[in-house]
């Protein structure tokens, strides 16, 4: 019913996908986390980082409970994608620009992270879709994940408030350029079982109760 009135009066909207409100709250977390960066507020902005990957966990589970068609099965896939560029792809490299990487040299590793995290997407979007199509259930993951940003900058973010400043950033740097190449490379990571997700949870609640004390 839903979707055949979409599809006649607003297509784009026309594929039904119960994540989608997930999905979206992902994107607004992102959303006002480079807005608390903008504002100065770097801790707030990387909490919303955190609760962004935890959002994103959570959209794909969620939407293979129904039951859909190829074509929903597609946008799906498709617009978790697109909100992975922003979510995990543009917007780590923007607060790391914003908390002071913002001499020239930083440039090229911002560019190499950003188009790592998009070429790592769009090979993963051609493989999800071979899969489905061949009915295979996979396990793993060939390349890190670009969703790893949720836990890697934060987790970094608080190590670097015990830095001297220059080594800090550095650090930043290297997690920055080594994710870029981790994204594209032929390493297989191991998907979290639906079992785990509670414990990445909870972990995800202790890193943002960090953030809560820093912050006030």
């Keep these: ?123 993963f979007n051609v493989s999800s879709i071979n899969k489905i199509e061949s009915g295979i259930v996979s396990v793993e993951f060939l390349g890190l994940p670009v969703t790893s940003a949720a836990a890697s900058f934060p987790v970094a973010w608080l190590i670097v408030q015990w830095l001297p400043a220059i080594w800090g950033k550095i650090l930043l740097s290297v997690i920055m350029l080594v994710s870029a190449i981790l994204f594209v490379s032929p390493i297989r990571v191991p998907k979290i079982p639906k079992k785990f997700y509670p414990i990445v949870v909870v972990l995800g609640i202790i890193l943002v109760t960090l953030y809560a004390f820093r912050i006030k």
């Design 1 to 123: 019913m839903y979707s055949q009135f979409m599809i006649k009066h607003i297509k784009p909207l026309g594929y039904k996908n119960i994540a989608l409100p997930i999905t979206f709250a992902a994107v607004a977390s992102n959303f006002i986390g480079v807005w608390f960066a903008f504002k100065g507020f770097v801790d707030a902005a990387m909490v919303c980082l955190i609760l962004s990957g935890i959002f994103d966990m959570f959209d794909g589970p969620l939407a293979r409970r129904q039951k859909r068609s190829r074509d929903e099965i597609m946008f799906g896939v498709e617009l978790d994608s697109l909100a992975d560029v922003i979510n995990f792809g543009f917007v780590p490299a923007a607060l790391l620009y914003i908390s002071g990487l913002r001499r020239w040299y930083y440039i090229p590793i911002f560019l190499m992270y950003i188009l790592a995290a998009i070429v790592r997407l769009a090979y």
